[in-house]
């Protein structure tokens, strides 16, 4: 078995951080094996450096080796490039057409960007992952392929198996032995290291003297976030090298090349919705007609107590705290002028007593029978429409009733009330 500085020669890779030795260490052992492997890490940690290290280390380095971006190919063509199609299979099929994993028989393929892989797609991978087998695009007919399958993502990939964009038995599939290369902010003592190469082999390219760093230069260097890592870093040595006239390159030169300095603290991105946040318009309209209801059944309780009463005086004193809830505190005067509008001499309408419809004399025309029915159904639907988003609310919450109560922009004690009457 080859030694890991061995590897690091043979294959250009430079670095001597924990992270990366680790990383190498797991392919050296992992390539004489037929395990799927997984490499993860951020866009530009250089993780096509891994299934390479792997086929040449393995039984199958004398065949091919072939690596695909799949995130490259277009969602309607992409099982044709893996696994083949038929004459005729699609318009344009104009000869049968061998896949990739047809064509890599016996030796690697390295999906890179598993993560963009459509779900029709990850089903036939998975297939091949689990007995060789897949069927060309348009044909019946079953085949073999004996391939090795390497993959790689700078996705969470949890996070897609959460929001159903990935097969969870594909990923474990997958990721029998998982490789994680760490970003270039976590392997400070490479990065000077890394720079001096892509400069060396930059001056070479183009024929010039080599560039160098002052001190002050250097600690800029090792202090700015590299959001691109390793792709990012050889980015500005190539610019520097090119367009500085002056090869020795101080702090202040090289700050111009490099984006949002002085923001390297890690931003704060908020991964999550509130709580509160409704997801969907249907639920701010629910909310809506919730609070409708609420204000309506207000309503019908300030005027069944003045219409008891017949004083609009007693009622206003009785109830100033359901009229401030109505009216809210800044219409005061709006109040003040209904209330004074209306005198004590007020003619009340008197409720007649319920007449069941037996009584009822048989020439009278209930005019409002109609009207009753959709009040009732339109009742009850509000009420469908008030248990649901009790139900989130109070799910949102983990059956929190304080909180889910302030969300109703309801007292807890009604919430209470209302679950109970739901029986929740």
């Known amino acids: 078995m080859e030694s890991v500085q061995t590897i690091k020669q043979r294959f250009g890779i430079i670095g001597n951080s924990p992270g990366l030795n680790r990383a190498l260490e797991k392919a050296i052992q992992v390539a004489p094996t037929d395990i799927s492997v997984l490499v993860t890490g951020e866009s530009g940690v250089g993780k096509e450096s891994i299934p390479k290290i792997i086929?040449?280390?393995?039984?199958?380095?004398?065949n091919k080796y072939i690596a695909v971006n799949c995130g490259a190919i277009p969602e309607g063509t992409i099982d044709s490039?893996?696994?083949?199609?038929e004459k005729g299979a699609f318009t344009g099929a104009t000869q049968t057409r061998q896949g990739y994993f047809e064509v890599a028989?016996?030796?690697?393929?390295?999906?890179?960007?598993?993560?963009?892989?459509?779900?029709?797609?990850?089903?036939r991978l998975l297939r091949v992952l689990e007995n060789g087998e897949f069927i060309k695009v348009g044909s019946s007919k079953v085949q073999k392929t004996n391939v090795r399958i390497v993959a790689a993502t700078n996705a969470n990939m949890h996070e897609a198996i959460d929001k159903e964009k990935f097969r969870e038995d594909l990923y474990y599939r997958l990721s029998t032995v998982d490789i994680h290369l760490p970003p270039l902010r976590q392997r400070q003592e490479d990065i000077h290291l890394l720079f001096r190469k892509f400069a060396s082999d930059f001056a070479l390219k183009y024929k010039m003297p080599t560039i160098k760093l002052t001190d002050n230069a250097v600690e800029v260097l090792l202090k700015h976030r590299w959001s691109g890592n390793i792709r990012q870093l050889r980015n500005v040595?190539?610019?520097?090298?090119?367009?500085?006239?002056?090869?020795t390159i101080t702090a202040q030169v090289l700050r111009g090349y490099l984006p949002t300095v002085g923001s390297n603290l890690p931003a704060v991105i908020k991964t999550s919705k509130s709580e509160s946040d409704f997801s969907s318009e249907r639920e701010i309209l629910y909310k809506v007609l919730f609070d409708m209801k609420n204000d309506?059944?207000?309503?019908?309780?300030?005027?069944?107590?003045l219409m008891k009463s017949g004083s609009v005086k007693d009622v206003e004193k009785n109830h100033e705290g359901l009229i401030q809830k109505i009216y809210g505190s800044d219409d005061d005067d709006d109040v003040d002028e209904v209330f004074e509008d209306s005198t004590e001499d007020t003619e009340?309408?008197?409720?007649p007593e319920h007449t069941s419809v037996s009584e009822a004399p048989s020439n009278i025309i209930d005019k409002y029978h109609f009207a009753e029915e959709i009040e009732?159904?339109?009742?009850?639907?509000?009420?469908?429409?008030?248990?649901?988003?009790?139900?989130?609310?109070l799910e949102r919450h983990n059956g929190k009733r304080k909180l889910a109560a302030a969300e109703l922009g309801i007292s807890e004690r009604t919430l209470y009330r209302k679950i109970k009457q739901y029986d929740l």
């Open 55 to 62: 086929h040449q280390l393995s039984h199958r380095k004398h």
């Open 81 to 85: 490039e893996l696994f083949g199609h």
């Open 105 to 123: 028989d016996g030796g690697t393929i390295f999906l890179d960007e598993v993560g963009e892989l459509p779900l029709t797609t990850q089903v």
């Open 237 to 247: 040595a190539e610019q520097v090298s090119v367009l500085e006239q002056n090869r």
């Open 296 to 305: 309506l059944n207000d309503l019908k309780k300030l005027t069944m107590e």
């Open 348 to 351: 009340v309408l008197s409720i």
């Open 376 to 393: 009732e159904e339109e009742t009850l639907s509000l009420q469908d429409k008030e248990l649901e988003l009790i139900k989130k609310s």
